[in-house]
């Protein structure tokens, strides 16, 4: 059996990653999830834990970091910081949590190495993101080189992006074709009971449903 450690935030692009991990690559999952203190905190639980459990994962791990939330700096983890709700614009967003998916990433890395996993899957998205620099598939080879180095000689860890190069409309495309319950999923960055619809994450989503031709299911619960 070869075992993939797939972080899930609750959101739609962890949610298709791990997916492809399991459905198309062959891996058995175990799940991750991090509360870092983030204002959907809640709601993002609630998600992975069905998502997780869609995909018969053979762990569950959930993680409390929240030192993230004391180092601060950020929209989605300081209540001081409002949301932005006028679009996308140049720039690294207040919304960006400082080296996230580098903290990420070194947990999966141990956790990996404990289990005997393989890989490591992640969610993130280049070209269509909200502008995070640790989101570029550079950023990802080059801790890769650094895990190469920082686990023992027997250990191989790959960390895999495979929507790494995607827009949000094949991201949605892909998801429908493998039947992730995008219904499960959650992306606002600001509100637990409905998205708000105007945060870039919202913003991204419907953008990516609306290119796809497609109806987002979650606005249908």
Known sequence: MKKAVSIISGGMDSALSSYIAKFEDGYEIIALHFNYGQKTEKKELESFKKIARSLNSLKLVELDLHFIKEIGGSALTDKSIEVPKSGILP?????????????????????????????????????????????????????????DEGTKSETKIELKTPLVKLKKEQIVKKAKELNVPLEYTWSCYEREDKPCGVCDSCRLRAKGFEIAGLVDSIYLQ
Do not use: H
């Not at 998916?101 to 890395?109: D, E, H, M, P, Q």
């Not at 990996?112 to 598939?137: F, L, N, R």
């Open 91 to 147: 720039g690294v967003p207040v919304t960006y949590v400082p080296f996230r998916n580098g903290i990420f990433l070194s947990i999966a890395t141990a956790l990996a190495e404990k289990e005997g996993a393989e890989a490591i899957y992640i969610g993130v998205v280049e070209e269509d993101s909200s502008g995070y620099p640790d989101c570029s598939d550079s950023f990802i080879k080059k801790l890769n080189e650094a895990i």
